[in-house]
């Protein structure tokens, strides 16, 4: 069954990291949207899944475009 987020074993083979900090910083060069909590980096597959497609990642917080 699939989950939501990413496990550790599909990290380490998206990213080739075992350390959180190294996974983080390839995440974050590839504008991957991710969360750390405490040794733990935290990846939706949906945005993996999209980044894999070329589509553009939606990333959370506020879209300062949208303002008028």
Do not use: F
Not at 54 to 59: D, I, M, W
């Amino acid at each position: 069954m699939l989950t939501e987020y990413l496990s550790n074993s599909e990290l380490l083979h998206l990213t080739g990291y075992r350390r959180a900090g190294h996974q983080s910083n390839w995440l974050k060069e590839r504008s991957l949207p991710h969360r750390t909590d405490g040794p733990r980096v935290i990846v939706s597959r949906v945005h993996v899944q999209a980044w894999l497609e070329g589509r553009t990642v939606p990333s959370s917080g506020l879209n300062l475009a949208a303002l008028r």
